[in-house]
């Protein structure tokens, strides 16, 4: 963890540059449109691995507070910087009470996570409300891509670990939440110049797949 730790520190100096990029900035108001859709109007929200905060900055409102988490301090500055409320830690770690929070996202984030199913168990916890997780789909040519890029030396992605949906609903399964709803996004290919962004059933069409999951009983 200490080694994607110090990637990420790396990486902040020039991440949010992607999101400028005319591919980019359509990617990221998709994957915005499918988060927004799966996380409550109102309440009190945390980011897991939020990074530079761009996604919180965007989702919160006069209704909707997110606190950023994130283990890389450099990241966080960034955050800072968007005047969010910031909390440097581990998702599996989390320094917060029983059920404060109403809902909880993460956004490409389980591909960094060493222990997944720990980090799952330990958002249970903290979190009363539904669990939004967007990941990217390893089945779809967006998964192919992200793996070409990490194989070839990719900062961030050679550290990544693609999941297909059926990994992660296990891996739900044994954090102790089940899927409410699940919708796929990111339907053009990676080259494209135009992103579909329609939201679909997950297939191998979706790029990505985002997942609303429920604390089990």
């Known amino acids: 963890m200490i080694d994607i730790i110090k990637t990420f520190d790396k990486a902040s100096s020039f991440y949010d540059e992607w999101y400028e990029h005319p591919q980019g900035s359509q990617i990221f108001k998709a994957e915005l ?19 530079t905060g761009i996604f919180a900055e965007h989702l919160k409102n006069n209704y909707r507070t ?16 968007r005047s969010l409320p910031c909390i440097i830690s581990l998702g599996n770690r989390l320094p917060f009470r029983k059920n404060i ?30 669990l939004c997780i967007l990941f990217i789909n390893s089945d779809s040519s967006w998964g192919s891509f ?28 044994r954090g102790g939440y089940y899927i409410n709803y699940k919708i796929g996004t990111l ?19 979706a790029g990505v797949i985002i997942i609303n999951a429920l604390e089990k009983e």
Do not use: H
Not at 66 to 81: H, R, V
């Open 187 to 205: 339907t053009s290919q990676p080259m494209s110049s135009d992103i579909g962004a329609e939201l679909i059933k997950p297939s191998d069409r």
């Open 33 to 51: 449109k499918a988060i927004e859709s799966m996380i409550p109007e109102s309440g009190l929200g945390l980011e897991i691995g939020s990074g």
């Open 146 to 173: 992200y793996q070409k890029i990490g194989w070839e030396g990719n900062l961030v992605f050679s550290k990544a670990r693609l999941y297909q949906l059926s990994e992660v609903v296990k891996i739900l399964d």
């Open 101 to 130: 929070f109403n809902f909880t996202y993460m956004v490409t984030v389980i591909e960094f996570l060493t222990e997944p199913e720990n980090t799952i168990s330990e958002i249970k916890y903290a979190n009363e409300g539904n």
């Open 66 to 81: 997110i606190i950023c988490l994130d283990p890389s301090a450099e990241m966080l500055k960034k955050a800072l910087e």
